[in-house]
């Protein structure tokens, strides 16, 4: 299935991808009796788990049954009729993994760690698909791309075996890890113990604005996707390809980032991690390119689609 979060009658709904329609479920429950029980938020849908995308098969069937009845009510809507948010525009957190693609670790002349890294990306900053990263008024000039495959927790997970970690996982979507790299030099020359951390720190608050986590546009459940360890990504900028990869260049996989992080994090359903960023950001390139007012940010991922968000000032 290919969930989506659509933006209808000034609410956010839960929607569902049938061929190339969205099936509205929250308007669906007034014509499909099966539909009235289906949690009106897709982080809802996987709180109430395995039962609930049970039923949303059988709506899926009978929608594909009555497809030109519910066409005629507003029920099942052209895909391009319909204006997306991101899959999941309040999850409990995002958990972001850095420091996680070799080719990246070398581009950024980091070595390989061993064990992963990850920080906080703010959930106020989630924006959707076609949505527009907004440069910063205060650090305009530094702005830069992370096109990164994210998986979203399916239901409790605490202290689980990387063997048993994708049971966890209810699918994948795409987040861009948007950044203001102003901070990142500052890292590079500083000195002593706090004076590193203290940097560092610095560097990820530039992560944190308004509009910096593109999510979407589609969340695809596991089943669809076979190995999150074969996957192809893309990021380009005005179309020109910046970023391309492979997650089986992926130093944590996706079930080691949930083996380490499940020791401490209580993940509920709904919560994101990102997997990292590959080789190609504007910071590491020789010399280094930053997103400007009215470029379009692309990033796509087999099995999943495209991201895609214009880039605009900030009035």
Known sequence: MQFVTVQRGGRARA????????????????????????????????????PAIALIARVIELANAQASRLRERAILVPLKDVKLRAPIPEPGMILSCGMNYGEHLREMNTSIPDKPTAFHKSVAAIIGPDEPILLPKSHPDMVDWEGEFSAVIGR?????????????????TIVNDVSARDWVAPVFAAKGVMGPIHAWEHNLLGKQFPTFSPMGPVLVTKDEIGS????????????????????????FSVAKLIEYYSQFYQFRPGDVIT???????????????????????????EGIGILSNPVAATK
Do not use: W
């Open 228 to 251: 999150p360890d074969a996957l192809n990504l893309t990021t380009r900028v005005n179309g020109n390809v910046m970023q391309s990869a492979h997650t089986s260049d992926l130093v």
């Open 15 to 50: 929607g569902v991808m049938v061929g190339g329609d969205v099936l509205d479920l929250v308007a669906a429950a007034d014509a499909l009796e099966s539909a009235r029980l289906i949690p009106h938020s897709i982080r809802g849908i996987l709180q109430a788990g395995a």
């Open 275 to 301: 997997t990292g960023s590959p080789a190609g950001v504007g910071f590491g390139r020789k010399p280094p390119i930053f997103l400007r007012a009215g470029d379009v940010v692309e990033v796509e991922v």
């Open 156 to 172: 409790p997970c605490f202290n689980v075996s990387a063997r048993d970690a994708l049971n966890y996982v209810a699918g994948y």
